[in-house]
């Protein structure tokens, strides 16, 4: 009888060892799938060319919400400064307007443009309005953002800010409060970017 509950006791250890490195290896499998699939998905810019994440590969890359009348507007004036600063480090932020929050980006692509340059001087790449809340058919770079990467939640308004590092993995995360230019966000570009 013990040598029997010992045999039953082994097999249960030996296959729960194997069903955990058969799930720890598909959790590795699947984090990479979904790493290489949010850089390779196919990103449409406010100009109406198409890029991609990787293309940034060896980067520092700053991905924000944007929204042309939102009273936070003004960050872009922060953003454009990062931006001119560390860009030739290796630094690019990547602006992705959106009209999810109390209609506040209602604007075309092209008239998003041109009030991001004329009023902001903007020079840093704009994407195509896109939706970054769940509720509202929301993109898959967003999907992967708020559910996917180490930093997961709800977009809570315009201008929510996500760090990637030089390899693409999402290494920070910042509010819509946080201005660009804090010394958090300051310092943690300075740091992937070494």
Not at 27 to 46: G, P, R
Not at 88 to 109: A, H, L, R, Y
Not at 118 to 128: A, E, I, K, L, R
Request: with cysteine.
């Amino acid at each position: 009888m013990r040598y029997q509950f010992i045999s039953v006791l082994m097999s249960v250890l030996v296959a729960g060892s194997i069903l955990t490195a058969h799930s720890e290896e598909g959790i590795e499998k699947t984090a990479d799938k979904v790493s290489v699939d949010y850089l390779e998905m196919e990103l449409k810019s406010i100009d109406g060319g198409s890029l991609r994440l990787s293309d940034f590969s060896g980067k520092v890359v700053l991905i924000v919400n944007t929204a042309s009348k939102c009273g936070f507007v003004g960050q872009y004036e922060g953003l454009e400064r990062l931006y001119r600063k560390y860009g030739e480090q290796g630094f690019v932020v990547i602006g992705f307007p959106c009209n999810d929050f109390k209609n506040q980006e209602p604007g075309s692509d092209s008239e998003i443009l041109q009030f991001c340059q004329s009023n902001y001087d903007v020079t840093f790449p704009m994407m195509s309005k896109i939706h970054v809340k769940k509720e509202e058919d929301q993109h898959p770079l967003y999907e992967y953002l708020t559910t996917g990467s180490p930093f997961p939640g709800e977009i809570t308004w315009n201008f929510n800010k996500f760090l990637l590092d030089r390899k693409g993995k999402v290494i920070g995360r910042f509010d819509t409060r946080t201005d660009p230019e804090d010394k958090q966000v300051i310092e943690a570009i300075e740091t992937a970017l070494r």
